[in-house]
């Protein structure tokens, strides 16, 4: 088979098209032929070095979705042809968090394609467990946009979620604009979002926002906003969201920020102003409702820009940097 294999983090040619033997599955284990796997922030974190759990060389890739081909002896819930969409997360267990039932909180980190062989090839090993079903006729676009919903699902479930509230979105990308399609199926009176890209904020607006600006100071709520929401990462938007939350409302940060950095807010604020400020950490129970809210008809395929086979990944790499673009998948099997 092929797979784009990161062989040493940080180094200029350090990336390579290689091809390896096929993948055989363990008794517990099937082996899925990737149609679509997602690039995203991650795997930017993978290609400079700046994630402790994984090693290399290493084949990349975790929001990945195909076609089972093989299953294990000990497999008995998949077959061969069943079209399926991977959760890549692997709670270990038997750690604290998991034994209370957090395991997106576990203290053995594993995942397919951090920790372990993912979905940037043409054949991929993943727990059987691991592989839920798509219905017919989802599209590919949105088979391969599971995994990220399924994190922006998690991030609703950590909301409060009251009917007629105003929520302010930082960051008009892929994440940004699945919470804004999201928070406005529980009930949102309206949805803003700030982003410096205007390629982007153009799109937005055509994707059903009320208002995509550069400056959340141009809305004009002087109240603030009941829900604010960082889907960025960024410093500067997470302290600027911080001071846009009104009395009695929730700060979520959502979007991955570089651990080593820190953010400036008043916590007398905070405690007169009785703000909620919380986190939103990957997927946990949410892979099955990001499926089903597929089926039922959100329809987020606008949201899928570019596609291009493993051969154009470093034109991906390239284009995901520049933030042109949108929502950036690979399709190991297109030539």
Do not use: W
């Not at 798509?134 to 995994?147: D, T």
């Not at 892979?287 to 008809?297: C, N, R």
Request: glycine content about 12%; aromatic content about 6%.
């Amino acid at each position: 088979m092929r797979a784009l294999v990161v062989t040493a983090p940080g180094n200029p040619g350090s990336t390579a098209v290689t091809e390896l033997p096929d993948p055989s599955p363990e008794p517990d284990e099937v082996v899925v032929r990737v149609t679509s796997c997602g690039l995203c922030g991650t795997d930017m974190h993978l290609l400079g070095g700046e994630l402790p759990a994984a090693s290399y060389p290493l084949i990349p890739g975790h929001e990945l979705t195909g076609e089972i081909v093989a299953v294990g002896a000990a497999v008995a819930d998949r077959a061969v042809g069943d079209r399926v969409a991977v959760d890549p997360n692997l709670p270990c267990g038997a750690c604290h968090y998991c034994r209370i039932g957090r395991g997106n909180l576990c203290e053995d980190y594993a995942a397919i394609g951090v920790t372990r062989a993912g979905g940037f090839a043409e054949l991929v090993a993943v727990p059987a467990r691991c592989c839920h079903l798509l219905p017919e006729g989802l599209s590919e676009a949105a088979a391969g946009l599971v995994e990220p919903l399924s994190c922006a699902v998690h991030g609703l479930n950590r909301l409060p979620r009251r009917p007629g509230e105003h929520y302010l979105i930082y960051g008009a990308g892929t994440m940004g604009l699945m919470m804004a399609a999201l928070v406005r199926t529980a009930g949102a009176a309206s949805v803003s979002v700030v982003d410096l890209n205007e390629d982007r904020l153009a799109f937005a607006e055509s994707f059903g926002v009320d208002a995509a600006v550069t400056d959340a100071g141009r809305l004009g709520r002087t109240p603030g906003f009941e829900v604010v929401v960082d889907a960025t990462g960024v410093i500067a938007a997470i302290e600027d969201g911080l001071g846009r939350v009104r009395r009695g409302g929730t700060f979520l940060q959502f979007g991955v920020a570089d651990p080593a950095r820190s953010a400036a807010f008043s916590p007398y604020r905070v405690y007169h102003h009785e703000i909620d400020i919380i986190g939103s950490m990957a997927v946990h129970h949410s892979f099955q409702p990001a499926i089903d809210l597929l089926a039922a008809g959100l329809d987020l395929d606008a949201l899928v820009s570019d596609v291009y086979g493993l051969d154009g990944f470093d034109e991906a790499v390239a284009r995901f940097r520049a933030g042109t673009g949108r929502k950036i998948h690979l399709a190991p099997q297109k030539g």
